[in-house]
């Protein structure tokens, strides 16, 4: 039986995106890379976080935001991206506390009415939950910074191949915030580098 030959337009297909396809997309090395800092920023937050206990991981935020604050002018991309990475981080943190919050009261409230029922042999029926509370929280506590790590390292590495990355929920709540600004322009991609394409068309 005969092997099939792929055409010359399947085998492109199946070729990453090459460096010609993203300067197409008016994306420079620097661009990228800028955007993938602005995401992996969330390792400086994970560790500042984890050193202080939580009390100064605002501090790795300021980096996607400086990013933001330089690039916002300069580059759709890197500044969509940077704007995406800080909200992102802000989010995280602010679910980290809640939920912080959360099993805080929920354990003390839980062991305070098992201990106190106790002498009414009630308590020891309650306790299972108390500890059940306990370890649910614990492991939300523990899973949920991990988590976040990885998805903003993720994004890291996406914008770093030159994608238009979203984080889920974020993304499309910011590009419907300037397609409204900007009277319904939705995409974040920059335009096309026309001085790069003409450049290209005049080698070809």
Not at 26 to 40: F, K, N, S, W, Y
Not at 42 to 53: E, H, P, R
Not at 61 to 76: D, G, I, N, R
Not at 188 to 195: D, E, H, M, R, T
């Amino acid at each position: 039986m005969a092997e099939r030959k792929t055409t010359p337009v399947e085998e492109t297909e199946s070729l990453p995106a090459s460096s010609e396809e993203k300067l197409q997309r008016g994306l420079t090395q620097d661009e990228m890379t800028m955007a993938a800092l602005a995401h992996a920023s969330v390792v400086l937050t994970f560790v500042i976080a984890l050193g202080s206990g939580g009390l100064g991981c605002l501090l790795g935020v300021l980096v996607p935001f400086l990013l933001w604050l330089t690039y916002k002018e300069k580059s759709a991309y890197v500044s969509f991206q940077a704007l995406q990475a800080t909200v992102f981080q802000i989010a995280s943190i602010l679910v980290m506390a809640i939920v912080l919050a959360v099993s805080i009261i929920l354990i003390v409230a839980g062991w305070t009415v098992s201990g106190v029922l106790t002498a009414i042999l009630i308590g020891l029926c309650l306790m299972p939950f108390a500890v059940l509370i306990t370890v649910v929280f614990a492991l939300l506590v523990l899973i949920l910074p991990l988590a976040q790590l990885g998805y903003g390292l993720y994004a890291a590495y996406e914008t770093y191949q030159g994608r238009d990355f979203r984080y889920w929920l974020i993304g499309e709540a910011l590009e419907a915030d300037r397609s409204e600004q900007k009277g319904g322009a939705s995409n974040w991609f920059p335009a096309l580098n026309k001085v790069a394409l003409d450049q290209m068309s005049e080698e070809r």
